[in-house]
């Protein structure tokens, strides 16, 4: 089901400290190996793009996010691919990622701890939080443009570019727009059933 | 022989004369889903509603095995398998339950099934609406948190093959090299073009398509280039593909309108014609795929195969796409969200409508067609509230609907330019007209319509239609020169020259230079018997266009036809300097030689136009005839058989292979050929006395006579065939009969030799 965001978004933070076990927070890696930080020196930014291999429309932003990518990385703005669903192993996501050339970072949240964290439950959705004082803040949540206004309604091409807009104001030390709709796309898999 | 260059209109997403056609499937089941398989699926389903009446209840909430798995494999599993057309797979259970929320969402907003007609208005075959009952299933199985219920009920899901499902093709037609679609951006539309590489007419019976990516082939529409105009105009790309929503193809020279939805959408990969209803491809034909093609995420490879089913059986029902269209009043202002477009259409014939194919782009909203009766009667032949242009299709009627002559066609269709549009291709939205890019707009109709109930002896009924369609459409754009071409290609095509004449006139008065009008305007003025005017109408069309091989050819039969052979000859013979070479030209060059009595250069000439064309019926002849001429009996026999073979219901043929057979001593042949010649051309006199001097030679004298009295009886004015009877009345003892005869053949002509001499020996005889 799509959620459809209510009024305010709720802000949510949580520590930065990476040592011990917090290191396990991030999920891990193609490789297996935890993922212990998601950001390096100088990151402003951090974009977790929430993701299925097998959702037709998270698939359909690869190029979208790879745009994003090119353009805010310069401007430490780390962009990571996030896939929570039980089915998306490492071998899954990495054959996934030769296909569609997936360039960015990307960490297999097989305890859903970011879905939480980000309070996401769509694929794809975007989560955009600023790096300050050793914690990570959630600046914007939810669709990263509005081709999509459900499953079956579908623009042509975006003519709101959310996620970028958000990102935009982030850097630039400005109020974050609201996303004006709703994500569209395949629910994240519950744990457990 | 060239006939009119009568455009027929081809119809397809768009519009008239060059178009592209879409033409879809007709036997939609029994493809992917055995028939069988999904009787049985639904038939459990039944019973399971039958016999478990609490499935509804909160007790006993629906189970994937008992309730679900039926309506997936029924309605969504033809595309959603493993490596199918849909993104996913809805085969297993873990399959529903991790698509369930989903499957929930698209069935209670009817996104899926893909199915747009309102129900109601139009009874369709195949309709893949899911019923209330089904989705009142799905939700409440979804509330349940997506019970399995007991594997064992569940029924055997469908099997299915993605290689060809009809077997082997008779023939496989491919991408002259694969294109690759961009990883990102709009939809796109995209023609690619395959050339029908054989060299004899293939009746198709059905075509398959495999289109390589099927996630990412929403549609195609696929329409018959007759004279690959449009691989002639692209030389140097098409191989790549060429843009385009909606193409438009130069229908060829002779009165051959589209006849099929050659529509493909990716649940019905077969599209399998009805019995006696098989399309054709000549040598020469290409087929056109336009392709809807949705970008997925990766660079996708679009590398499509088309299979071919031939038959052997030509076609017994000639049914005509036909549209009704307003695109001349297709001018949306910029957020306009209710823009109105009607059209009607008055039939001239009684038809049958098999099927409907409702074309609009982004900004169609609302799209109905329906029809009056002459009783006053309202039939809908299709209404959609919410047009989609990304589930579009054509929809075939469970039956034919009957509509008598004077039925009007009615269509009505809105679009909606503003911003709340959300398909609206312009943000913010832009003044829209008729175009055939995807952010142009169009609005078609397209009824596949069979003529029935065509009395005996009358003009093809299509032709009619097609008067009647052309008609429609001069009178909403008067000047459309392609309107009044196929218009008065098809009045010319009933014989009604004079009005043919001045609508070709009309055309010329706004493009004086026109090499097809003035060459189509020279085959009207030709049938009107203005036959000096018609040749002076083929000579302007080659000052106008040196190049104008139709004139030119048309010009020379002309010529010999009116037995002005020097200038038939000179002007074949120009024909062939200017023209890539044909057989045509040279069987009839060599048919002007042999009317001149030039019987070597006249072979000649026969000889080369079946080495350019073997199956050449005129050569043949021309050929046989000069063989029989000179005495070579048994090549001539070979060569006219070839002919009666290719060429059955030629009663020339037939004669002249009478004639050889008579010259060889083979009588019995002889009289059969000439009796199916006659048969073929009854009122042809000199068949008839033909038929008496065999029949006398075998010794049926009452037979013999029977025919020259029916000689005579359509010339009354033939002495010699008077004289004839007469010879043959003598000898069945008529004395007084045959004396009549000699008279009267010497009252025609008083000088007669034979029947002075006839006459003097029966006056001794007495």
New interface residues.
């Given amino acids: 089901?799509?959620r459809h965001i209510s009024v305010l978004l709720l802000l949510t933070s949580f520590s930065l400290e990476t040592k011990g076990a917090a290191q396990s927070n991030f999920g891990t890696d193609l490789q297996g190996n935890p993922v212990p930080t998601l950001i390096v020196p100088n990151t402003r930014l951090v974009v977790l793009v929430f993701a299925a291999s097998?959702?037709?429309i998270s698939?359909?932003?690869?190029?979208?996010i790879a745009r994003l990518n090119g353009e805010f990385s310069p401007r430490g703005v780390r962009f990571w691919w996030v896939f929570p669903n039980p089915?998306d192993t490492a071998s899954v996501v990495a054959r996934h990622n030769r296909?569609?050339?997936i360039g960015e970072d990307t960490v297999l949240d097989a305890g859903q701890k970011l879905v939480r964290l980000a309070q996401v439950d769509v694929t794809p959705e975007a989560a955009v939080f600023a790096v300050a004082g050793g914690s990570l803040s959630e600046l914007y949540r939810g669709r990263i443009d509005d081709r999509y206004?459900?499953?079956?309604?579908?623009?042509?091409?975006p003519?709101v570019h959310d996620l970028e807009a958000a990102i935009e104001a982030a850097l630039a030390g400005k109020p974050i727009p609201k996303p004006l709709g709703p994500p569209v796309g395949?629910?994240i898999?519950a744990l457990g059933? | 022989m060239k006939l009119l260059r009568a455009i027929a209109v081809a119809p397809a997403l768009g519009a008239l004369l060059f178009v592209l056609t879409h033409a879809p499937e007709t036997v939609v089941h029994a493809i992917a889903v055995p028939a069988a398989g999904v009787a049985a699926f639904r038939a459990a389903q039944a019973d399971s509603a039958a016999t478990q009446p609490a499935s509804k209840s909160s007790d006993a909430p629906p189970t994937w095995s008992r309730d679900i798995a039926p309506i997936l494999y029924g309605h969504c599993t033809a595309c959603h398998h493993p490596d199918g057309a849909g993104p996913f797979s809805l085969l297993t259970y873990d399959d529903a339950r991790r698509w369930g929320p989903q499957v929930l969402t698209v069935t209670q907003s009817r996104f899926m099934p893909p199915w747009l007609p309102e129900p109601g208005y139009g009874d369709f075959a195949d309709v893949r609406r899911l019923s209330d009952h089904d989705r009142d299933l799905i939700q409440l199985w979804v509330g349940a948190r997506m019970p399995e219920g007991d594997p064992p009920a569940a029924p055997a899901p469908p099997h299915y093959d993605n290689g060809w499902v009809m077997g082997k093709p008779d023939l496989i037609l491919k991408f002259a090299r694969a294109w690759t679609l961009p990883a990102g951006g709009t939809d796109v539309y995209r023609n690619f073009i395959l050339p029908y590489p054989l060299a004899q007419t293939h009746y198709i019976r059905a075509m398959e398509i495999r289109p390589g990516a099927p996630q990412i082939v929403h549609h195609a529409n696929i329409t018959i280039d007759r004279s690959a105009a449009m691989r002639r105009q692209n030389a140097a790309t098409w191989q790549n593909g060429i843009p385009g929503m909606d193409e438009y193809v130069d229908a060829g020279d002779t009165f051959d309108p589209d006849s099929h939805f050659l529509f493909w959408k990716p649940d019905t990969p077969a599209l399998v014609e009805p019995e006696g209803m098989p399309w054709r491809l000549d040598p020469g034909n290409d087929l056109i795929l336009n392709m809807h093609l949705k970008p997925s995420g990766k660079p996708e490879t679009i590398d499509a195969e088309v299979g071919l089913y031939f038959t052997s059986a030509p076609p017994t029902k000639q049914p005509m796409l036909v549209a009704l269209e307003r695109d001349d009043q297709l001018d949306i202002p910029a957020g306009d969200a209710n823009f109105v477009i009607e059209d009607s259409l008055t039939l001239p014939v009684d038809v049958e409508v098999l099927g409907v194919y409702p074309h609009a782009h982004y900004l169609g909203h609302d799209l109905k067609g329906w029809a009056i009766l002459p009783s006053g009667e309202k039939k809908w032949l299709v209404w959609i509230r919410d047009w989609d242009i990304d589930r579009q299709s054509i929809y075939r009627y469970r039956g034919p609907i009957l509509l008598p002559k004077g039925t009007v066609l009615h269509m009505r269709y809105s679009y909606d330019n503003s911003a709340a549009n959300v398909h609206n291709p312009h943000s913010p939205p832009v003044r829209v007209r008729a175009g055939n890019r995807s952010e142009d707009e169009m609005g078609h109709l397209w009824l596949q319509l069979l003529p029935v109930n065509a009395p005996a002896g009358g003009p093809d009924p299509r032709l009619l239609l097609e008067e009647a369609w052309m008609r429609n459409r001069v009178r909403k754009t008067p000047d459309d020169s392609i309107s009044l071409y196929n218009l008065a290609a098809a009045l010319a095509g009933e014989g009604k020259y004079v009005e043919a004449v001045a609508d070709f006139e009309h055309i010329l008065r706004l493009s004086p230079n026109d090499e097809r009008t003035l060459t189509a305007l020279g085959v009207a003025l030709d049938g009107e018997g203005e036959w000096r005017r018609a040749e002076q109408s083929f000579r302007a069309a080659i000052a106008a266009d040196a190049s104008a091989c139709y004139a030119r050819f048309d010009l020379a039969s002309l010529e010999l036809r009116h037995q002005e052979w020097k200038n038939a000859e000179a002007d074949f013979r120009a024909q062939q300097v200017a023209c890539p070479e044909d057989a045509e030209t040279h069987a009839d060059l060599g048919t002007t030689l042999a009317d001149e009595g030039r019987n070597d250069e006249s072979a000649q000439e026969f000889r080369r136009a079946l080495a350019l064309d073997g199956n050449n019926v005129a050569a043949l002849i021309g050929l046989g005839t000069i063989e029989t001429e000179e005495g070579e009996n048994s090549e001539a026999v070979m060569q006219l058989a070839a002919a009666v073979r290719l060429a059955p219901s030629s009663s020339d043929a037939h004669t002249a292979l009478a004639r050889a057979y008579a010259q060889a001593g083979n009588v019995t042949d002889a009289l059969a050929e000439l009796r199916t010649a006659s048969h073929l051309k009854p009122e042809d006199p000199e068949l008839h006395s033909a038929l008496a001097q065999v029949l006398a030679s075998t010794g049926n004298v009452q037979e013999a006579i029977a025919e020259q009295r029916a000689a005579l009886k359509l010339l009354e004015d033939d002495p010699d065939g008077w004289n004839n009877l007469g010879v043959l009345e003598e000898r069945t003892g008529q004395k007084a009969s045959a004396r009549a005869d000699f008279e009267h053949a010497l009252q025609l002509k008083p000088d007669h030799t034979q029947a002075k001499a006839n006459l003097a020996r029966l006056g001794s005889i007495n």
């Fill in positions: 089901m799509w097998d959702c037709p698939n359909r932003y690869v190029p979208e089915g296909e569609f050339s206004l459900s499953i079956g309604s579908e623009r042509p091409q003519s395949c629910s898999v059933k």
